[in-house]
């Protein structure tokens, strides 16, 4: 009796970041654990106008049995990145992973497993923090880069959606334009894409026993890291949900509330003070963008 075909995953990486991380990257996605259930390659979607990552792709490309395919895309703009990335994916599944986070080695399997089990158009999983060096205590203690869990199985709200763990089925790519809105240049890119295909119908869920650990450097266990995100995911929240006055009307109530409030916490630690900070900060740049003025930053 002949074999039915399995399916292939396309895993795609977007990167502008040094070489060693997608090195290392590239070296746990060759160890996967396939079971003989699926195949896998791997497309990286170079970011930088330099090309830097060429050389570290073409080396590994040498070494590896694993299909890697290069691309480039010189304007630095995350949503162009990626569909650029798209361009190249193959097979009846894409698979989405950010250069500086590293998968356990049955990370497909599981995540395969649940889209099969569920019958979901696609499927999320944890991103765990790895610290490069030990943080300091408020960081720990405020969970500030911790993200929220899911029992597997659990349904997924379009706002609970990110691309830094995800699979799902190529064909719904067809139902779009355009995978990622290149307006959003600086972020919210994949909750547009999410809120988009979910009003088509589709359906995700989340798979809990399919973690990636993301590296957080020093860099970013600083306050003005801490705040600077908030304000990025505020000022493009907007451009995803068009805000409401009831929307606009808790945040001005809220701005003042945490406000007045802060001067006060750090008598509870420093963990409250900054959580504190970053709840204002957002609010208060949420009723900036509403009315069309978003602060234009990066994250660092």
């Not at 977007?14 to 090195?23: A, G």
């Not at 060096?133 to 959606?161: C, I, K």
């Not at 979910?198 to 798979?207: E, I, K």
């Not at 509403?290 to 990066?298: D, M, Q």
Request: net charge neutral; with cysteine.
């Amino acid at each position: 009796m002949p074999r039915t075909s399995i399916p292939h995953i396309t895993v795609c990486i977007c990167t502008c970041r040094r070489s060693e991380l997608l090195d290392r990257l590239l070296r746990e996605l060759a160890r996967l654990e396939t079971h003989d259930l699926f195949t896998y390659s791997v497309v990286v979607a170079d970011n930088d106008p330099l090309e830097s990552a060429r050389e570290t792709v073409t080396g590994f490309a040498c070494t590896s049995p694993l299909r890697v395919v290069y691309c480039r895309e010189p304007e630095q703009n995350i949503a162009k990145v990626r569909n650029k990335a798209l361009e190249h994916a193959e097979g009846e599944f894409v698979a989405c992973i950010d250069d500086d986070e590293i998968p356990e080695p049955g990370w497909l399997r599981e995540l395969l497993a649940t889209c099969a089990a569920s019958g979901a158009d696609g499927v999320l999983g944890p991103v765990r923090p790895y610290f490069e060096h030990e943080p300091p205590r408020w960081v720990v203690d405020g969970g500030f880069f911790e993200r929220r869990r899911f029992a597997t199985g659990h349904p997924l709200h379009w706002s609970q959606t990110r691309t830094g763990n995800l699979l799902f089925r190529r064909e719904l790519l067809d139902e779009l334009d355009l995978p990622f809105r290149p307006e959003f240049g600086t972020g919210s890119e994949d909750l547009d894409f999410f809120r988009r295909v979910m009003q088509n119908g589709r359906r995700f869920v989340w798979c809990d026993e399919a973690p990636v650990y993301e590296l957080v450097p020093p860099s970013r266990c600083r306050l003005g890291y801490v705040v600077r995100r908030a304000l990025i995911q505020a000022g493009n929240f907007p451009k995803v949900s068009p805000s409401r006055p009831r929307q606009v009307a808790k945040s001005a109530l809220a701005v003042p509330l945490y406000a007045l409030a802060l001067p006060f916490q750090p008598l509870f630690g420093t963990h409250r003070f900054v959580w504190y900070l970053e709840k204002m900060s957002y609010h208060a740049a949420y009723i900036v963008a509403s009315f069309g003025f978003a602060p234009k930053l990066t994250r660092g």
